[in-house]
């Protein structure tokens, strides 16, 4: 147990009304979780303002209330704390009552575009193998060494993320290894962790709908780097031309990786097929199982990153050679019968999309067709939509429409404005089929001999977003089921 003023050591306070050494039961964001003598943490936050909730979290027994803006009317019974934001106070206080357990262990943070989820899992699995206890915290899963935890955001809550970095402490984790989304950053739920170390992959458009502009969201994940102790190290990709501006007031010690030119972690792709990618890093010949420039990059990261934590160069090389990727990022099947390589992948940005159908493109023999299956998710950036089926139509040839996570928009709506971005001689190579088994069991059909299938935006994902409800959907499954099915 720990009392109030404990938890609010380092939080920026304006004004506190009432007794600062009661006893906090817990600390709480959501309202609904309050319980008796919890901390209620009113926090503004992108649909809702916590300040709303403050009366409720009392009538479920909250002993403090963290603000900003303090109440008309205060109770004698409860100790009101007016803080200058309550977005970061929420973390530095989540780190408080749990005995700041990122200052415990190795903690590094991965963030970017695209390949976040890649590079923190191959760091996990590379650290594992290495002999160290390790934990992950990805859009995928988190994890604690062998023992799972279902993931229901990129990066959680500074107080669910707190919990479970003291998890990992308390079972004896040396190392953490994490996503950092832009969202995240915004939101400071991040705020007061200690970092050993922070990756930048690279950075596209995305998430317009959230930040507004391509400034403001360069400008969210800079803050990342900006916010680095000394202590830690900072590792940019050099050949995204965004790459040094992340590191630009950085306190960390700065780091680069590149395939292009002259860096601290050089790579050069010897070979790149279905079998992985052999690699020249720095003076050593490597064979890799991961397919594709994107991985390249991925893979120099993670060995950056993992030199730059004090391990040897050689020991790394070997053990990430054996290691793969992460689930729903160029995940493939191949059918028993016509060869058939059907291709699962999360890419759900233009640029991702792009990287995906250049890694096929490089893979072909040149007999194949390139059949894409792709939608795009509701309720985000409707920009990219024409964007992605460009990119789709260019580099396919014949592509199938279909829905991605709806969530509350018509599905039909989302495929029109995809639709739109199709150039009129390339229109003939498109049909659009908004329910997505139909689609997929559509391009299987379409499928000959040895040709090649992508189904693209959802990866790792087991449902479908509809109206508020998440349908059970699996795009790897169908794909298995309906090969079976029509026997390929």
Not at 51 to 69: F, L, P, S
Not at 165 to 183: D, I, K, P, Q, T
Not at 394 to 399: A, E, L, Q, T
Request: net charge neutral.
């Amino acid at each position: 147990m720990k009392t109030l003023r404990d938890i609010l050591y380092n939080v920026g306070i304006r004004a506190v009304h009432g007794n600062t050494d009661i006893t906090v039961n817990a600390p709480a964001i959501d309202s609904r979780s309050v319980g008796p003598g919890d901390a209620f943490i009113a926090v503004k936050g992108v649909h809702t303002d916590g300040h709303q909730y403050i009366d409720k979290a009392i009538a479920q027994g909250a002993a403090a209330v963290i603000c900003e803006t303090m109440p008309e009317v205060l109770l004698d019974t409860v100790t009101y704390v007016q803080a200058d934001n309550s977005a970061q106070a929420s973390g530095i206080i989540a780190g408080n009552f749990y005995d700041n357990p990122s200052h415990k262990l190795q903690l590094v943070g991965v963030t970017g575009t695209n390949g976040k989820t890649t590079i923190a899992t191959i760091l996990f699995r590379l650290f594992s193998q290495l002999g160290y206890h390790c934990g992950l915290l990805s859009t995928v899963q988190n994890q604690i060494g062998d023992a799972v935890i279902p993931s229901t955001h990129t990066t959680p809550d500074p107080i669910s993320l707190n919990a479970l970095l003291a998890r990992m402490v308390e079972e004896g984790c040396l190392y953490a290894f994490m996503e950092v989304s832009s969202h995240a950053i915004h939101q400071q739920r991040v705020a007061g962790l200690k970092f050993a170390g922070g990756i930048f992959s690279n950075i596209t458009h995305d998430h317009l709908d959230y930040h507004k502009t391509f400034d403001e969201y360069i400008r969210v994940k800079k803050a990342f780097f900006d916010n680095l102790p000394a202590t830690a190290f900072a590792l940019t990709n050099l050949d995204d031309k965004r790459g040094m501006v992340m590191l630009q007031n950085t306190k960390a010690r700065k780091a680069t990786y590149s395939l292009r030119t002259l860096a601290d972690f050089k790579g050069k792709i010897l070979e790149n097929n279905l079998t992985g990618l052999i690699m020249q890093v720095g003076d050593t010949e490597v064979h890799f199982r991961l397919i594709g420039e994107f991985n390249a990059y991925n893979l120099l990261a993670v060995y950056g990153a993992a030199v730059l934590l004090g391990q040897d160069k050689a020991t790394v090389l070997r053990a990430l050679s054996n290691i793969q990727g992460a689930e729903g990022r160029f995940d493939y099947i191949v059918s028993a019968h016509d060869q058939i390589i059907a291709i699962v992948d999360y890419a759900h940005t233009p640029d991702a999309l792009k990287n995906v159908l250049a890694t096929i493109k490089n893979l072909r023999k040149g007999h194949e067709q390139v059949i894409t299956v792709v939608g795009c998710g509701g309720d985000r950036d409707t920009a990219k939509r024409p964007v992605m089926a460009a990119v789709a139509t260019d580099s396919s040839d014949r592509v199938i429409f279909t829905s991605d996570n709806p969530r509350s928009e018509e599905p039909e709506a989302i495929i029109r404005e995809m639709e739109a971005g199709v150039p009129v001689h390339l229109k003939k190579r498109v049909i659009s089929i908004t329910d997505r088994r139909e689609a997929i069991k559509t391009a299987v059909t379409l499928a000959g001999k040895e040709d090649i299938i992508l189904v693209a935006g959802k990866g790792h994902e087991k449902y479908q977003e509809i109206k508020g409800v998440k349908h059970p959907f699996d795009d790897k499954q169908v794909l298995e089921e309906v090969m079976r099915l029509l026997d390929k």
